[in-house]
């Protein structure tokens, strides 16, 4: 994706990223977002964007790779946008009809009717070859 005379690349990114660039093989975390440091691009760098968090709102954090010539002149930039999505497994871990984030009970299981503890039903059955 890089234009065509790039030599080498930088970083910028926001603070709710991790970017992880693997060169040749070996894989090395960019501890920082806009240090202005340039790497070589050599085929088949790959850099991976990733996110520890829920975004706050839409499109709320950001990755730009800037391209530079030999002698270090800017080319051209690309960036991306970035929206975390929160999931998580919710039940009724005490069985009273509601469903809650954080319930203590979530984390063990107790038979019998005064019990409590997620129920799973899961399909094993083949459905497709």
């Known amino acids: 994706a890089a234009p065509a005379g790039a030599v080498s690349f930088g970083?910028?990114?926001t603070d709710g990223v991790s970017v992880e660039m693997v060169c040749?093989?070996?894989a090395d975390v960019v501890s920082d977002p806009g240090s202005g440091t340039r790497?070589?691009?050599d085929e088949g760098?790959?850099?991976?964007?990733s996110m520890s968090q829920a975004s706050t709102e839409v499109n709320d954090n950001k990755v730009t790779v800037?391209?530079?010539a030999e002698g270090g002149q800017p080319i051209n930039q690309a960036g991306v946008f970035l929206t975390g999505i929160g999931i998580s497994l919710d039940v009724d871990a005490d069985r009273d009809g509601?469903?809650?984030k954080n319930n203590p009970n979530k984390a063990n299981w107790t038979w019998g009717a005064e019990?409590?503890?997620?129920?799973?039903?899961?399909?094993?059955?083949?459905?497709?070859?």
């Open 24 to 26: 040749q093989g070996r």
């Open 45 to 49: 760098t790959v850099l991976r964007f």
């Open 39 to 41: 790497w070589p691009l």
């Open 115 to 129: 019990g409590h503890g997620a129920i799973l039903l899961v399909s094993c059955d083949k459905e497709s070859p």
């Open 66 to 68: 800037s391209f530079y």
């Open 98 to 100: 509601v469903v809650e």
């Open 11 to 13: 970083l910028k990114y």
